[in-house]
């Protein structure tokens, strides 16, 4: 029977609840909430969140006095008809100045502002354009600065960047995501299986009852005690094509055909990152195994043993189901770590060659750091964060155990 929680007993849990909700929840939704939008810092279009157009006063301002100063450079380059139309073009923008200096935000505008705004700047470009055009021959100082700054002057009414649930639709369609997608499940499934194996014979190894087992645990968990980034880098020098002591290796008993093919090519490239986690987290998943393998009773292989079962019968029999729970969490643990891998890939291959080796992890870090667009690098987040979901979900199911439940 389970029991309620008390009011008291709930007071003590809060500060958990407000833990959780601050670094777990808060990041879900506000990345839930960058998907929604077309949100990129890197430009002045798309750097916030716009339910509908704005005006950016400061840059309107700033770009209504570049285009009087502009102006004012070449007017006495023209005929007196078209200065008095340059200088009318002049006393519109100042006006427009004039009213909006002071202001520093991107505010928002009413239908008669809006129509009012982009009726000035398409009829100023207009104006400005025609005059300099009637002039092929003249040599005015700043024929291409007003070009510019008429197309800057455009982008003074931001436009909405709310794109609902395109950044979704975008997903679907983007074979670059899919490619990235194979990539990880492939890394993840061959990384984690292999560790399964050689996990399981190094936690049998350090369940036993030897002289100097002590020493064998210590030197087994070194590996898993170094930095992946170190270890990356590392396995980054073993690999090089020219001086590799591995890649040289592997090329003299004729595993590849070449030094180069470790870093060069997309397969090299993939077994040399799955090598490398191999390597690293191999220890870690014999820890938790070896967990599991200490709480069996050793009477259950002492009634075996004098039974006559066999070592192998032994471990089907008895070790693996006893190990369920510990199986499940090891695999669980290791196989949501493999699918998020970052600093592994980037390190030793940054997602190449040709983007052959790219995991889900470092196409999201690319789209938000390197070219700062957050809206769709949170929704390839958010893809990931289901496939996550997915795969603990299938774990408990297929692997049949209840970790949650109370006795």
């Given at each position: 029977?389970?029991?309620?929680?008390?009011?008291?007993?709930?007071?003590?849990?809060?500060?958990?609840l407000?833990?959780?909700?601050?670094?777990?929840?808060?990041?879900?939704?506000?990345?839930?909430?960058?998907?929604?939008?077309?949100?990129?810092?890197?430009?002045?279009?798309?750097n916030?969140?716009?339910m509908?157009?704005?005006?950016?006063?400061?840059?309107?301002?700033?770009?209504?006095?570049?285009?009087n100063?502009?102006?004012?450079?070449?007017?006495?380059?023209?005929?007196?008809?078209?200065?008095?139309?340059?200088?009318?073009?002049?006393?519109s923008?100042?006006e427009?100045?004039?009213q909006?200096?002071?202001?520093?935000?991107?505010?928002?505008?009413?239908?008669e502002?809006?129509?009012?705004?982009?009726?000035?700047?398409?009829?100023?470009?207009?104006?400005?354009?025609?005059?300099?055009?009637?002039?092929?021959?003249?040599?005015?100082?700043n024929r291409?600065?007003?070009?510019?700054?008429?197309?800057?002057?455009?982008t003074c009414?931001?436009?909405?960047?709310?794109?609902?649930?395109?950044?979704?639709?975008?997903?679907?369609q983007?074979?670059r995501?899919?490619?990235?997608?194979?990539?990880?499940?492939?890394?993840?499934?061959?990384?984690?299986?292999?560790?399964?194996?050689?996990?399981?014979?190094?936690?049998?190894?350090?369940?036993?009852?030897?002289?100097?087992?002590?020493?064998?645990?210590?030197?087994?968990?070194?590996?898993?005690?170094?930095?992946t980034?170190?270890?990356?880098?590392?396995?980054?020098y073993?690999?090089?094509?020219?001086?590799?002591?591995?890649?040289?290796?592997?090329?003299?008993i004729?595993?590849?055909?070449?030094?180069?093919?470790?870093?060069?090519t997309?397969?090299?490239?993939?077994?040399?990152?799955?090598?490398?986690?191999?390597w690293k987290?191999?220890?870690?998943?014999?820890l938790?195994?070896?967990?599991?393998?200490?709480?069996?009773?050793?009477?259950?292989?002492?009634?075996?043993?004098?039974?006559?079962?066999?070592p192998?019968?032994?471990?089907f029999?008895?070790?693996?189901?006893?190990?369920?729970?510990?199986?499940?969490?090891?695999l669980?643990?290791?196989?949501?770590?493999?699918?998020?891998?970052?600093?592994?890939?980037?390190?030793?291959?940054?997602g190449?060659?040709?983007?052959?080796?790219?995991?889900?992890?470092v196409?999201?870090?690319?789209?938000?750091?390197?070219?700062?667009?957050?809206?769709?690098?949170s929704?390839i987040?958010?893809?990931?964060?289901?496939?996550?979901?997915?795969?603990?979900?299938?774990?408990?199911?297929?692997?049949?155990?209840?970790?949650?439940?109370?006795?």
């Amino acid at each position: 029977m389970v029991k309620r929680m008390t009011f008291k007993q709930f007071i003590f849990i809060i500060p958990l609840l407000c833990f959780i909700g601050v670094f777990s929840i808060y990041p879900i939704i506000t990345s839930c909430m960058y998907t929604l939008f077309d949100y990129r810092t890197n430009d002045q279009e798309y750097n916030s969140f716009y339910m509908n157009e704005k005006l950016n006063t400061s840059l309107l301002v700033e770009d209504c006095q570049y285009v009087n100063y502009f102006i004012s450079a070449d007017i006495t380059m023209v005929s007196e008809e078209d200065q008095a139309a340059f200088t009318e073009i002049m006393d519109s923008v100042t006006e427009v100045m004039n009213q909006y200096d002071g202001e520093t935000t991107t505010r928002n505008m009413s239908a008669e502002e809006t129509e009012t705004i982009k009726g000035f700047i398409e009829k100023t470009t207009v104006d400005v354009k025609a005059i300099y055009d009637k002039y092929p021959d003249v040599e005015f100082y700043n024929r291409e600065n007003i070009d510019t700054i008429l197309q800057n002057l455009s982008t003074c009414i931001v436009e909405s960047n709310f794109t609902g649930v395109a950044n979704f639709a975008k997903l679907f369609q983007d074979s670059r995501f899919w490619a990235a997608l194979a990539h990880t499940l492939i890394f993840m499934a061959l990384s984690v299986s292999i560790e399964f194996v050689l996990g399981m014979c190094l936690a049998l190894i350090m369940n036993k009852a030897m002289k100097g087992i002590g020493i064998i645990r210590t030197i087994a968990l070194i590996p898993w005690a170094i930095p992946t980034a170190v270890s990356a880098l590392i396995w980054s020098y073993l690999y090089d094509g020219s001086y590799g002591i591995i890649s040289k290796a592997f090329e003299s008993i004729g595993l590849i055909s070449s030094q180069a093919s470790m870093l060069l090519t997309v397969n090299g490239a993939m077994a040399s990152a799955v090598l490398s986690d191999v390597w690293k987290t191999t220890p870690y998943m014999a820890l938790l195994l070896l967990a599991g393998l200490q709480v069996i009773d050793r009477g259950l292989y002492e009634s075996a043993s004098i039974d006559g079962a066999s070592p192998v019968k032994t471990f089907f029999s008895i070790t693996l189901p006893l190990m369920k729970p510990s199986i499940l969490v090891a695999l669980l643990f290791r196989t949501l770590d493999a699918f998020r891998v970052y600093d592994l890939i980037a390190i030793l291959t940054n997602g190449g060659p040709g983007n052959g080796t790219e995991t889900l992890s470092v196409y999201a870090y690319k789209l938000m750091f390197n070219q700062s667009n957050y809206g769709y690098g949170s929704t390839i987040v958010i893809g990931m964060f289901v496939c996550v979901a997915a795969i603990a979900i299938l774990y408990v199911k297929v692997l049949g155990a209840d970790v949650l439940k109370n006795d």
